[in-house]
């Protein structure tokens, strides 16, 4: 499964983006995605993820009621709404994706996933 991810771009604090990530190939009900960032000179943290078997979602404590991840089935995409973005929400964003349905706890590491996007670079400007 190859991911395409994108709509990174330079914005200022407190606009809005939406990032996109397309898998290759057809994603069914089983399996989940997430969304991780990398700032410079930094980890990789997680953001957001979303178990695809019952739609649950989960999200970082920094971008939690700002951050919504959603999928289009129809489109076989995942995306990422950041809204009121903050300078330190700059990094390179990354979408990911297993086939499996790892323990909640797992999820919010990047052990699990099978498949990584290239990235998109966002950058908030203050």
């Known amino acids: 499964v190859q991911l395409q991810a994108s709509g990174g771009g330079l914005v200022q604090t407190g606009d809005s983006l939406r990032l996109s990530c397309a898998p290759s190939t057809r994603t069914d009900s089983t399996g989940t995605m997430g969304w991780f960032r990398q700032a410079p000179g930094k980890e990789r943290e997680f953001v957001a993820a979303m178990r695809f078997s019952s739609g649950t979602k989960y999200y970082a404590n920094s971008v939690k009621g700002r951050f919504t991840i959603a999928r289009d089935n129809a489109k076989n995409t995942l995306y990422l709404q950041m809204n009121s973005l903050k300078p330190e929400d700059t990094a390179v964003y990354y979408c990911?994706?297993?086939?499996?349905?790892?323990?909640?706890?797992?999820?919010?590491?990047?052990?699990?996933?099978?498949?990584w996007g290239q990235g998109t670079l966002v950058t908030v400007s203050s």
């Open positions: 990911a994706f297993t086939t499996k349905t790892p323990i909640v706890s797992w999820l919010y590491t990047s052990d699990p996933y099978e498949y």
